[in-house]
């Protein structure tokens, strides 16, 4: 009882939540270009359904390649680093001053660079996912226990074989933890590029939906573009924590 | 089966593990290391499996220990945990290249010589303490090595479950005949494994006695006479070589 009652309380939380929302919008007769209510919201995505569904998916379609593109990259960074000491002491504060510089200084630049305007959203979004899954993953590889190191050793293991069978297996839980913060990570530096993107002439996705609509004073269709945004990182954080359980259990399980 | 010539460890920090340990082992001795936490015993064992070098000194081998000549059990069990029982026995072979056909008789020959025969496809989670450090013996056995090192192996299990594991360690080795190296801090234990106890002095480690017991076997192995004699004898011994012990 407890426990489905905790299980609940996100969604009766922020079903209270929207209904006060509405409630006061009503009460106050705010108009809907200052604060519109839930209910215009959902009206302004029905009568806009087509094109912010396009501009969804063309979103997710940068994310997604993104998340796939900083997976190779991060991990095959990770096994160089964890190969090579030089190459570790060589790439590694690169990696972390391209982390710690905003991309939103560094999008314009690749929005001129590169020509191909998905391919520079897609550019964009992997500097800002790739980080989690190399540090992530370059722990993991760090953290095999010595004994097993030792016992491969004593076995005559070639690296490859030591790599296979023991450094990527071990660093797995590690891998798929940056991988979930990667996700969401994608999802942010897709709406950035496209934010400095849209302002260049192109635009498909969801930023540039929210850009446009705000110089439309269409503020109910910014908020549904802004709720896609919002549940699109929910479900991506969401499935790569099951993934991640998911895999886990079944690799592991008794 | 090998001869320390006054073997010496000194760490690049300037700690001095090891001194001038000289013994000579016969193939199928049970040799406890018996020493106190930092006495440098698991160094002796690193030693031997060429795991580190020495600093001074020579170990000289009868037949030098290739890939495989030599099983060694960590004090944790230290298994894969995504891979089965039987999948942890296989990994020294696979390493060294044996098809897995080719390897099945002898990784089921090992898993149940360690009575874990019914547990091949289980997976470590699914197992308790005892019965992972089994599948870990099991491991070091699986390409009958000449030599077996263990390293504390039982120190993290209980005393129920530990008792069990030194019987059928003992009878394993009664019945296979290999030479075993076994370091452990537990007088009990060294008194009543082992046939050969090299007691060693507090850091830097020295060979403070060497012993060779012959407790009667049997059931009553560890609570005979002779075994609660070398208990108090290995005991005396400690006093001497321990630094403000009374």
């Known amino acids: ?51 912010l569904n396009q501009a969804l998916l063309s979103t997710l379609s940068v994310t997604f390649v993104a998340l796939g593109a900083a997976t190779v990259l991060g991990v095959a960074l990770a096994v160089a680093m964890a190969a090579s000491p030089l190459f570790r002491a060589a790439i590694q504060p690169w990696a972390v001053i391209l982390q710690v510089t905003p991309i939103v200084a560094i999008a314009p630049f690749i929005i001129i660079w590169v020509n ?6 897609v550019v964009c979004a992997v500097i800002v996912a790739f980080f989690p899954i190399l540090s992530n993953t370059a722990a993991g590889l760090a953290s095999t226990p010595p004994e097993l190191r030792d ?25 798929l933890t940056g991988l979930r913060i990667s996700g969401t990570l994608a999802l942010v530096g897709a709406v950035v590029a496209e934010f400095v993107a849209g302002s260049g002439g192109f635009a498909s996705g969801l930023a540039y939906r929210i850009i446009e609509a705000s110089y439309r004073l ?12 919002g549940l699109s990182g929910i479900v991506i954080y969401a499935a790569l924590g099951w993934l991640e359980t998911a895999l886990l259990r079944r690799r592991d399980g008794a | 089966m090998f001869s320390l010539r006054s073997v010496a460890k000194t760490y690049p920090n300037a700690t001095v593990a ?57 004090q944790d069990a230290t298994l894969l945990p995504w891979a089965s029982a039987e999948e942890n026995v296989y990994l020294p072979l696979r390493l060294r290249g044996v098809e897995r056909a080719a390897a099945a ?49 039982f120190a993290a299990l209980d005393e129920f479950t530990r008792h069990k594991l030194q ?50 076997e049997g059931t009553h192995r560890r609570t005979s006479a002779a075994y609660t004699d070398l208990v108090a004898e290995i005991t005396g011994t400690f006093q001497r070589v321990m630094p403000g012990h009374e």
């Open chain 2, 18 to 74: 090891l001194e001038g340990i000289t013994a000579d082992i016969a193939p199928g001795e049970f040799v406890a290391l018996l020493g106190p936490s930092g006495c440098g015993k698991s160094t002796l064992l690193r030693l031997l499996a060429g795991l580190e070098a020495p600093s001074a000194g020579e170990i000289e081998w009868e037949h030098r220990p290739g890939p495989g000549d030599i099983g060694f059990v960590f």
């Open chain 1, 116 to 121: 191909q305007p998905f391919l520079a959203l």
């Open chain 2, 167 to 216: 019987d059928d360690l003992h009878a394993l080795w009664r019945r296979s005949g290999k030479t075993v190296v076994f370091v452990t801090h537990s007088i009990y234990e060294a008194a009543y494994l082992a046939n050969r106890i090299l007691v060693l002095s507090p850091r830097p480690g020295r060979i403070a006695a060497d012993l060779r017991p012959s407790i009667p």
């Open chain 1, 218 to 229: 269409e503020i109910p269709r910014m908020f549904a573009a802004l709720v896609l945004l």
């Open chain 1, 1 to 51: 009882m407890n426990k489905t009652i905790e299980r609940l309380a996100p969604y009766i939380f922020g079903l209270i939540a929207l209904g006060g929302w509405q409630g006061l919008v009503w009460a106050l007769g705010v108009p809907p270009y200052v604060l519109p209510g839930p209910i215009a919201i959902a009206q302004a995505y029905l009568d806009g359904h087509a094109v």
């Open chain 1, 151 to 175: 016992l491969f050793r004593l076995n005559g293991a070639t690296r490859w074989q030591t790599l296979t069978l023991l450094s990527l297996p071990a660093a797995l839980p590690s891998f």
């Open chain 2, 105 to 153: 008789p002898r990784v089921a020959a090992a898993l149940s010589q360690v009575g874990l025969g019914e547990f091949a496809k289980a997976k470590p989670r699914g197992l308790s303490g005892g019965m992972k450090m089994r599948v870990s013996i099991a491991r070091a056995l699986v390409s009958d090595p000449m030599l077996l090192l263990m390293d504390e192996p």
